[in-house]
């Protein structure tokens, strides 16, 4: 009994590396099928409906309500997203990742959604191994998740067409696949700003935040 619970408990560079990815992309179940365990991407572009409401799929899971795009172009470049932060998180080389909000009509950012990642160099280097529970790591993602949901209550409406990009930012020695091309950082003037909770896989530490552009409104009081 004692040897089962510690082997649950044991965090490996690659696992934490799936945990962190899959908590942003896409997760795959056994049988190859999309799992709606984390998926904050889904949750980002459908609270802040940067494609429409019929075009996600609600699902229970761990005691959430999860979104699932079902827009085939937003899938496939999801799951090729994930595939290559999983490899840059194993390599210990990313270090943050940003998905972009922006007018469709003048690509003007609106918002940054930001992951800020820091890594146990140890457990890259010498292969060292954590632990900590599965359910303390969900639980920690889940409080990220209903902060996203909640993000209507205090982020200006998106009242025009916008569109999505996502930015990662690595260590200067690695080399981007040719899918990828260099970018500018896309901020936000005087941008308002909400920290948002962090989980920690005791590999990887995920500290996430939003910026937005200021309402008009706001400008106004």
């Not at 089962?4 to 044991?10: E, G, H, P």
């Not at 609270?47 to 937003?74: C, H, I, W």
């Not at 090729?80 to 003048?106: C, D, F, H, P």
């Amino acid at each position: 009994m004692a040897s089962r619970t510690a082997s649950k408990d044991i965090i490996t560079l690659r696992g934490s590396a799936a945990i962190v990815s899959e908590f942003f992309g896409t997760a795959r179940g056994q049988g190859g099928e999309r799992t709606a365990a984390h998926r904050a991407s889904d949750r980002i572009l459908y609270n802040r409906a940067v494609y429409p409401e019929e075009s996600f799929t609600k699902v229970k899971k761990y005691g959430l309500t999860m979104l699932l795009t079902q827009d085939e172009g937003v899938k496939t470049f999801i799951a090729s997203l994930t595939s290559q932060l999983s490899e840059w998180l194993e390599a210990g080389k990313l270090q943050r990742i940003v998905l972009v909000i922006m007018s469709k009509a003048t690509n003007e950012v609106l918002e940054r959604w930001n992951f800020n990642i820091v890594t146990d160099a140890e457990v890259v280097e010498k292969g060292a191994i954590k632990e900590k529970s599965d359910k303390e790591i969900m639980r920690e993602i889940q409080a990220i998740m209903r902060q996203i949901a909640s993000c209507i209550t205090y982020l200006p409406c998106l009242d025009e067409p916008c569109v999505f990009d996502v930015l990662a930012y690595t260590d200067t020695d690695v080399d981007a696949p040719g899918t990828w091309v260099e970018s500018d950082a896309k901020l936000i003037s005087n941008p308002q700003m909400v920290k948002l909770h962090s989980f920690d896989t005791k590999i990887h530490k995920v500290d996430t935040l939003v910026s937005y552009k200021k309402d008009d409104w706001d400008e106004e009081e």
